[in-house]
C-alpha cells in the first residue's frame, strides 16, 4: 500500500487564485512528520512547510499553510494568492520517527500550473 | 539556509563503466545524508542511507554491489554507479540534515546520469 498519495497528476489555476493540493498519508507510527516540497524544471528540491504528527497547530509559512486532518490523515498544501513562479512540480512527503529510519518516502507528485 | 551541492550535474558515461557521484554539505557538517534516485515524471525513491564512518544501509531492491556509498568525512558522500547500464540513466539526488537537529531535509541540486 502506497504511504503517500497525491491524487492529482496535474493542475491547471489562474495567477492569485489560492490553490489546494491534497496529500493523504498512511501510518501506524503515532510519531512522523510530514513535508511538501516544491521541484521547479531545473530538479532541485525545495522544502516548503513541515507539519508534526503532535504539532497542535495548522504550519504556515509566509504564502504556503498546510491543512493538517490528523483523523482523515491528510496533510493538503494550500498556496494563497498563485504567482507564476508557483509553476512546478509538488510533493508531499512523510518521515516516520519511531521506525528508525530518517528518509523521506515521497507522493508521486502534483504538476501545477499557473496561468496568466 | 543550509546548502549542499552535488557533482558533476550531469555525466554520460558508456555502458559497462563506472561513474561516481559527490554529495557535499557546504556550510554544516552531515552524519548522515541520503540517496534518492529519480526517473523521468516520477517520484523521488529513497536508495540508501549514508552514514559517516559506517556501512550505507540500502533500501530494499537496491543492490549495494551496483551502487556503492561511501561518507568517509562529515561533510561529503559519494554514490558510485558500477558497471552502469542504460537502465541506470536518471535523476540522483542527495540530502542531509544539519546536525543542528533541523526536520527538513536539504538536498542537493541533482546529477543527471546518462548512460549509452
Known amino acids: 500500500a502506497q504511504k503517500i498519495t497525491q491524487t492529482q497528476p496535474g493542475m491547471f489555476v489562474q495567477e492569485k487564485e489560492a490553490v489546494t493540493l491534497d496529500c493523504t498519508y498512511d501510518?501506524?507510527?503515532?510519531?512522523?512528520?510530514l513535508f511538501w516540497y516544491k521541484q521547479p524544471s531545473s530538479g532541485e528540491m525545495i522544502f516548503l512547510i513541515y507539519?508534526?504528527?503532535?504539532?497542535?497547530q495548522n504550519a504556515t509559512e509566509g504564502r504556503y499553510s498546510l491543512n493538517f486532518q490528523k483523523a482523515r490523515k491528510s496533510a493538503n498544501l494550500v498556496i494563497s494568492a498563485s504567482q507564476l513562479g508557483d509553476s512546478a512540480m509538488y510533493f508531499c512527503?512523510?518521515?516516520?520517527f519511531g521506525g528508525g529510519a530518517d528518509g523521506l518516502t515521497f507522493g508521486k507528485g502534483t504538476h501545477l500550473i499557473i496561468q496568466p | 539556509g543550509a546548502v549542499v551541492s552535488q557533482h558533476p550535474s550531469r555525466v554520460i558515461c558508456k555502458s559497462g563503466t563506472s561513474v561516481k557521484i559527490e554529495c557535499r554539505s557546504l556550510?554544516?557538517?552531515?552524519?548522515?545524508m541520503f540517496w534518492y534516485r529519480q526517473f523521468p515524471k516520477q517520484s523521488l525513491m529513497l536508495m540508501a542511507t549514508?552514514?559517516?564512518?559506517?556501512?550505507?544501509?540500502?533500501e530494499q531492491g537496491v543492490e549495494k554491489d551496483k551502487f556503492l556509498i561511501n561518507h568517509a568525512s562529515l561533510t561529503l558522500s559519494t554514490l558510485t554507479v558500477t558497471s552502469a547500464h542504460p537502465e541506470d540513466s536518471s535523476f540522483y539526488i542527495c540530502?542531509?540534515?544539519?546536525?543542528?537537529?533541523?526536520?527538513?531535509?536539504?538536498f542537493g541540486p541533482g546529477t543527471r546520469l546518462t548512460v549509452t
Open positions: 540530502s542531509a540534515y544539519s546536525r543542528e537537529g533541523r526536520l527538513e531535509q536539504y
Open positions: 501510518t501506524s507510527d503515532p510519531s512522523y512528520g
Open positions: 507539519q508534526g504528527s503532535y504539532d497542535q
Open positions: 512527503a512523510m518521515r516516520e
Open positions: 556550510d554544516f557538517q552531515a552524519t548522515t
Open positions: 549514508s552514514n559517516e564512518g559506517s556501512k550505507a544501509t540500502y
